[in-house]
Structures are given as C-alpha cells and as structure tokens.
C-alpha cells in the first residue's frame, strides 16, 4: 500500500524553489535513503514527503529540536505527548509515573543512552544529543520515520546500529544521508538529487558508492 504518491509536485521556500517537478511514490515497508550534494533540497525532499504522507510520521530534523533545559526524559517523552491528557503530561513535568519512566529507559537502553535518563540535554555530547531526539521518535507511535542526517554526529558503528533499529521499530523509513556507503547498506531504494530535481530513483542491490558519484559532480 503506497503512503505517497507525488506527480510534478514543485517545492520550495518564500522566493525560493528548491525542488522542481517531483514524482515520487512511496509504499509501506520501504527502506530508503535520500543523497546528494548539499543544497541539493535534501531536506526540502524530506518536508514534502511528511507534508503529503498518508500515515503519521515521527520526525528527527537536522537542527534535533531538542529542550536543552530539560532531561532526556522530558525529550523523549514528548514523542507520546500526543496519546497522553494535558493533566498526565504536565504532572509528568514535575514527577513522572514509573511506567513512563521504565518505558523511556527501554528506548534509551539499546541506543546506550540509559545512565543519562535524567541528565540535562545540554550537557551531553552532540552524539549523545543526537541519539536523545532518535529515542523520541522511536518512542512516538508513527509508523513511518522521517530523519535528515539522523546519525551525522555518531560514529560508523553506532550510526549501523541506529539504523538498524529503526528499521525494527518502524514500518517505513526515509533518512537523508552524507554517506553513500552508509546510505547503500541500510536502504533498499535509493533516491538521488541533483539540480532541484530526482536524478536516479531506484533499488540499492548491486550498487556501489562509486556509482552515485554522478550526483556530485558538475
């Protein structure tokens, strides 16, 4: 069942077009990684998708719109802020139940992030920062996941493993990824951009990253 299907659909900013004649169609299950150069309009790709996706999405933006203020706790949690009553969540503001507080951990556990369950967000590392806003989007119930450069901040093995258990989690996931032979591992599809428009859209068997080397050069 497709949960997208665009057809010449442009995209873009205030004055700006990013994204010219887009057709895109996107089916339950898939595992796709969107490349190419920076200011290609990867990011552009990705917020038309969630604009037009039928089924829910959880998000992880490149910026990770994280409350630095607050406990990894309180970031992860507000991916169920949704499911919950305002009374619920504001008295999980000040003392959370232990079922929430055992629920965020098993998210936390597998992304190495358990011992800082109720450490501030700002005096983690910038992976550690990263992982934060990947656990909230695990612990959002949206069956699709939507990540730009979701593991840029983390190392090869880590960024392996993350991906990895999105694709347990979640039942379709679109990320935008630096690294092409990342990108070719963890996908089935590829979708490459290139001067505003989609300039190679297929299956990643038997590719290598040498062969998207047409995406990046002039």
Known sequence: MHILDLAGVPAGYVGRPVLQDI???IETGERIAIVGES??????????????CT???????QDLGLVQALSVFHNVY?????????????????????????????VLTPLRLPDEIFSAVR?????QQQRTAVARALFNDAPVLIGDE??????????????SLASTQKETVIVALHD????????????????????????????????????YKS
Do not use: C, Y
Not at 42 to 51: A, G, N, S, V, W
Not at 89 to 106: E, I, Y
Not at 123 to 127: A, E, K, N, P, T
């Open 39 to 52: 200011g290609a309009g990867k990011t552009t790709l990705l917020r038309l998708i969630r604009e037009h």
């Open 180 to 215: 092409r032979a990342l990108a070719l591992s963890f996908a089935d599809r590829i979708i490459g951009l290139k001067d505003g428009k989609v300039a190679l859209d297929t299956l990643t068997a038997g590719l290598q990253p040498g062969d998207l080397d047409g995406l």
């Open 78 to 106: 507000m991916g169920q802020l949704h499911n919950r009553s305002t009374l619920h969540n504001l008295r999980t503001l000040f003392w959370p139940a232990v079922r929430d507080v055992d629920a965020v951990r098993s």
């Open 150 to 163: 979701p593991v840029s901040a983390v190392d090869d093995h880590q960024a392996r493993e993350v991906l």
């Open 55 to 61: 089924a829910p999405t959880a998000i992880i933006p």
């Open 123 to 127: 005096r983690l590392s910038g992976g």
């Open 23 to 25: 057709h895109l169609r």
